[in-house]
């Protein structure tokens, strides 16, 4: 499909990828191998698509909610007979990322309007995530990388450093894209801490950084004792080792995992 035929709908919140050497880095930074299951979220008309279909990787899954790119990916597929190639016509909010079986590498470029629920589920629930690569705004790349204390570290921060490692691709302008946002995007990527070093208990941290973080200015202590009656005494602080003063924005996301569990603990 040509540039000038792309209609990006605003309500998918779609901006399409149109510079070549922005694509090739992307493509690099998958590091894709033979042995490689991946997974691509938004392919859209197929920028990054066309590329990654002649990677060498074992399989390719497009995910699209989009009507007309799930059936002209679908349609490629079947005239040029790509059996490792499959389209899901679906809103990638929907998916089971629970089933899916064996090590994947995810990428994309994902919606402004939903990259943040879509990122706060592929870390937690893919059993075994190989890397993920996405394109996302700059300012909520920023907002997951920072670290405990900025004023940007979030709940987002905390709960993806608390299952991967988080590195700064690289910046790219509006310019690269059709139509160009008002904003700057950045390549964003996830390298999955190993298994033993992952949140034992992901329930009970999620609802413990959702509760701290909507109420960032209070003081801990406060907030423990509204939100947990049966389980919060003050023999926290001793072993969490912090002031009971302390708010949610200087917590590590190791010290969350910790806070979690000894909640948890006690009940």
Not at 111 to 139: C, H, R, T
Not at 162 to 172: A, L, P, T
Not at 218 to 229: E, N
Request: proline residues 7%; positive net charge.
């Amino acid at each position: 499909m040509s540039a000038d035929k792309i209609i990006a709908k605003k309500s998918l919140g779609q901006h399409f990828l149109n510079n070549e050497s922005v694509i090739n880095k992307i493509i690099e930074l998958g590091e894709i191998s033979p042995d490689d299951q991946v997974m691509e979220i938004g392919p859209g008309p197929g920028a990054l698509t066309s590329i990654l279909r002649e990677t060498p990787c074992k399989c390719l899954w497009l995910l699209e909610k989009d009507d007309v790119f799930a059936k002209m990916h679908a349609e490629y597929a079947k005239v040029n007979s790509l059996e490792h190639m499959q389209v899901f016509h679906i809103d990638a909010l929907t998916f089971s990322w629970k089933d899916l079986q064996g090590k994947w590498k995810i990428m994309g470029n994902l919606p402004y309007n939903v990259a943040s629920p879509l990122m706060w589920d592929i870390v937690s629930q893919v059993p075994n995530l190989g890397k993920a690569v996405f394109m996302i705004q700059k300012e909520v790349a920023e907002r997951i990388r920072a670290k405990e204390g900025s004023k940007t570290y979030g709940a987002l921060s905390a709960w993806i450093q608390s299952f991967c490692k988080v590195e700064k691709g690289f910046v790219i302008r509006p310019s690269a894209f059709t139509p160009p946002p008002k904003v700057d995007s950045e390549i964003i990527i996830f390298k999955p801490f190993p298994k033993e070093d992952l949140p034992q208990n992901p329930e009970e941290l999620a609802k413990l950084i959702k509760i701290t973080f909507q109420q960032r200015r209070k003081q801990l202590h406060g907030i423990l004792q509204k939100a947990y009656p049966k389980s919060y005494t003050e023999s926290l602080w001793s072993e969490m080792q912090i002031p009971k003063e302390t708010r949610a924005e200087m917590l590590s996301p190791k010290q969350f995992q910790k806070l979690a569990s000894l909640l948890s603990n006690t009940n």
